[in-house]
């Protein structure tokens, strides 16, 4: 049996995946991350992006949405505290698509009241969102 450790993903609504893994890549706050079982402890940021999973004893791996949040590494369990998480199967593509769209047009509109970090934020999410959704496509 292959090395592993243990992964939790959670959000503030529910807990996305808990399970053994092989190997858990993510998008940290300063470039891609990859964490395998015997790691040095870390706690980073997360940006939006996709946390891939590699489950023991499965060939495919999982795949979740994280709109940014934190992650910390021990030697033995890896957790994700996501702002939001979505399931690769449960993304929607025409919402997120939707989403980029109205963040474009708060950023674009000079004469609104709008909060622009938020509508950065929420710019940076859709596109990340629709990235994870064609790097999953690809995937399949």
Same mark, same amino acid.
């Given at each position: 049996?292959? =090395?592993?450790? %243990?992964?939790? #993903?959670?959000?503030?609504?529910?807990?996305?995946?808990?399970?053994?893994?092989?190997?858990?890549?993510? /998008?940290?706050?300063?470039?891609?991350?990859?964490?395998? /079982?015997? =790691?040095? /402890? +870390?706690?980073?940021?997360?940006?939006?992006?996709? #946390? %891939?999973?590699?489950?023991?004893?499965?060939?495919?791996?999982?795949? &979740?949405? &994280?709109?940014?949040?934190? !992650?910390? &590494?021990?030697?033995?369990?890896?957790?994700? !505290?996501?702002?939001?998480?979505?399931?690769?199967?449960?993304?929607?593509?025409?919402?997120?698509?939707? @989403?980029? %769209? !109205?963040?474009?047009?708060?950023?674009?509109?000079?004469?609104?009241?709008?909060?622009?970090?938020?509508? $950065?934020?929420? +710019? @940076?999410?859709?596109?990340?969102? !629709?990235?994870?959704? $064609?790097? +999953? %496509?690809?995937?399949?």
């Amino acid at each position: 049996m292959a =090395h592993t450790m %243990r992964v939790e #993903v959670v959000s503030a609504e529910e807990e996305i995946f808990s399970g053994q893994a092989e190997f858990v890549a993510l /998008p940290g706050e300063a470039g891609e991350l990859g964490i395998l /079982p015997g =790691h040095t /402890p +870390l706690i980073s940021r997360i940006r939006p992006g996709a #946390v %891939r999973i590699k489950v023991s004893g499965k060939a495919d791996e999982e795949f &979740v949405f &994280v709109a940014g949040g934190i !992650l910390e &590494v021990q030697p033995e369990v890896v957790t994700v !505290l996501a702002d939001t998480a979505i399931r690769g199967g449960d993304l929607d593509e025409a919402k997120a698509a939707e @989403a980029k %769209r !109205l963040a474009e047009e708060s950023l674009a509109n000079k004469e609104s009241t709008i909060d622009y970090a938020q509508a $950065q934020a929420e +710019l @940076a999410s859709a596109v990340a969102q !629709l990235a994870a959704i $064609q790097r +999953l %496509r690809q995937k399949r």
